[in-house]
């Protein structure tokens, strides 16, 4: 039939159109094609529309007034909605074959921009690292100091003294020791300016040697905190005062530390030197960011060639699920407290694993040194809190060292039992003091507003038992102290 030749003729041009490549070359072709389709359509749609329906029979070639001119109209109709709707979905995937492109272009654009700024960022820590870059003028070849994975030796930096730390890089790859230099140039950028009197100060660091990361500090005579209390003369000849300038030089120095954002991490008596005036400072600090630096480091610090105590200054959240705050660097603090009062070293004789028993398990601490003024006792007590929260910021500390008011009460410290052998004295009513000999419980309790050395006050331990205790002699309203029961 007619018709039909003309429809096979108007499909195979609709054919041809549908090919993507050639959409854009027939485009005036398709839009007279896709006039005639939607003239068509409309026939059919609209049986009324009689001067339309003619029109469009007259352009298909079909005779006027023909009795199969309504039915091919109509068929053709339909098989022209058919092919409308196949080009209109061959157009929808062609548009999202496009957006599927464009996206992908972007990704790749995003991908290669981060590239590029990954390796600017780069480019830009390995500049700042060679910015602290520092030429001595000598260094001795013989340490003054000797660790197991490094030396301390004495140096000439622009006709000053300083402290040459080598951290030894024997066995690391040029890769890995890149890297660990890159990932630490940020903290070095921070450790050189920082300025105080109570924290050693860093010139720079020494990269040139490939057998070691050599960092340039401020050298200080009177060697390590830890050193001078081994001295065999300690007891008699480091009165009272001198341990509070020390304890308050440590916590002017952790406060400074942490107004500029800095942690420690490894807090502890072999961290802590000594001037000529025999005034405290802090060192090793900002080390912990790179946890093989930080390794290196200490471990180069102790003249004995060990990181000697350092499992003694770990908190309990810091042992149990490796969290570090400021409360962390607290609770090492006490530690320094604990040492500068009694003399000894804490938790003497124990491995790590029985250390970490007795403060995360049994939660106990090392016992209060006999006859240490009782508010130094009592600060100690508040910075060794197992709940980090009950222990006081640095700022707080360093305002009570000063001579300001003291830390708030603690719940957490008053209500924590601390074991130790020591005998002591416990008053009970209506018993004279007794002495107690056997394995005993300690308390922390305050001296309450308006009482006096002297009088009775009535506790509750723990375990819920009732004890009457007399207050010290020498003790004012919100001082702490210890009672064994």
Not at 421 to 441: D, F, H, M, N, W
């Amino acid at each position: 039939m007619l018709l039909d030749k003309r429809l096979c003729e108007l499909s195979g041009e609709l054919g041809s159109a549908l090919d993507l490549q050639q959409l854009a070359l027939q485009t005036q072709r398709f839009q007279k094609i896709e006039g005639l389709i939607q003239l068509l359509g409309q026939q059919a749609v609209d049986a009324n529309n009689q001067a339309a329906a003619q029109r469009a029979a007259l352009m298909c070639g079909i005779e006027r007034g023909s009795a199969v001119e309504k039915e091919e109209l109509s068929e053709l109709g339909l098989k022209l909605d058919k092919l409308t709707e196949g080009v209109g979905i061959v157009i929808s995937q062609n548009a999202q074959q496009s957006a599927a492109i464009e996206e992908l272009k972007q990704a790749t654009l995003a991908k290669n921009e981060s590239a590029k700024g990954k390796a600017l960022a780069r480019q830009d820590k390995e500049r700042a690292l060679e910015a602290y870059e520092v030429v001595l003028d000598s260094c001795e070849p013989e340490p003054f100091a000797r660790g197991g994975q490094g030396t301390v030796h004495r140096a000439e930096f622009q006709g000053d003294v300083v402290a040459l730390k080598r951290m030894s890089m024997v066995g690391v790859t040029a890769p890995k020791r890149a890297k660990m230099l890159r990932d630490f140039s940020t903290e070095l950028a921070i450790m050189v300016k920082l300025r105080s009197p109570r924290v050693v100060q860093v010139f720079g660091v020494v990269t040139t040697d490939p057998s070691f990361l050599g960092f340039v500090v401020e050298f200080l005579e009177g060697g390590d905190l830890r050193t001078a209390i081994d001295a065999e003369d300690y007891a008699a000849a480091v009165d009272e005062a001198q341990r509070r300038r020390w304890l308050g030089d440590v916590a002017l120095g952790m406060q400074y530390l942490y107004s500029k954002g800095v942690e420690h991490r490894d807090l502890k008596t072999l961290n802590v030197l000594l001037d000529g005036n025999r005034r405290c400072k802090v060192t090793d600090f900002g080390l912990s960011k790179s946890d093989d630096l930080n390794t290196a480091a200490t471990q180069a610090t102790a003249a004995s060639g060990s990181a000697k105590g350092t499992p003694a200054y770990m908190a309990p959240e810091l042992l149990e699920s490796n969290t570090f705050t400021e409360k962390t660097d607290v609770y090492a603090f006490s530690m320094i407290v604990w040492e500068v009062l009694d003399g000894g070293v804490p938790w003497a004789g124990l491995n790590p694993m029985q250390v970490g028993m007795q403060v995360m398990v049994q939660r106990k601490r090392p016992p209060p040194p006999a006859g240490a003024p009782p508010d130094l006792v009592g600060l100690m007590e508040r910075c060794w809190s197992h709940d980090p929260a009950a222990r006081p910021s640095f700022e707080a500390i360093k305002g009570w060292l000063a001579g300001g008011a003291a830390p708030p009460a603690s719940p957490a410290a008053s209500a924590a039992a601390l074991y130790s052998p020591a005998p002591s004295q416990l008053s009970i009513v209506g018993e004279e003091p007794a002495t107690i000999t056997q394995t005993q419980r300690f308390m922390a309790l305050e001296v309450p507003p308006g009482a006096q050395p002297g009088m009775t006050l009535q506790a509750t331990t723990p375990e819920g038992t009732t004890v009457q205790v007399a207050i010290p002699a020498g003790l004012a309203p919100g001082m702490r102290f210890q009672v064994a029961y």
